[in-house]
Nanobody, 111 residues
Framework: VQVVESGGGLVQAGESLTLSCTAS????????VRWYRQAPGKQREWVAF???????KYGDAVKGRFTISRDGAKNTVYLQMNDLKPEDTAVYYC??????WGQGTQVTVSS
């Protein structure tokens, strides 16, 4: 099983980014998928969740600004991030089925 995140980059505060989490050898629609982030010097933080229903949940820090979704045909889960803030700067990770992690993608938000 391979999980690959992409879509990170450098943006200014208030802008948007969409991250992608693509899996191989596992079907994302049949599993819970979670996004996490880790800023320098801080613990990894849970960001968003989507399950098979799909039901979605969000961390308090991103609620109302981030949206998690999936495309079954592409076997990909997305994290749409709007109104980005400097405190959103982190490496963003995707986890599939509570087991499989990707390598992360860097998001940097300048003020």
């Amino acid at each position: 099983v391979q999980v690959v995140e992409s879509g990170g980059g450098l943006v200014q505060a208030g802008e948007s980014l969409t991250l992608s989490c693509t899996a191989s050898e596992i079907t994302v629609a049949d599993n819970a998928v979670r996004w996490y982030r880790q800023a320098p010097g801080k613990q990894r933080e849970w960001v968003a969740f989507i399950d098979v229903i799909p039901e979605t949940k969000y961390g308090d820090a991103v609620k109302g600004r981030f949206t998690i979704s999936r495309d079954g045909a592409k076997n990909t889960v997305y994290l749409q991030m709007n109104d980005l803030k400097p405190e959103d700067t982190a490496v963003y990770y995707c986890r599939v089925d509570s087991v499989y992690w990707g390598q992360g993608t860097q998001v940097t938000v300048s003020s």
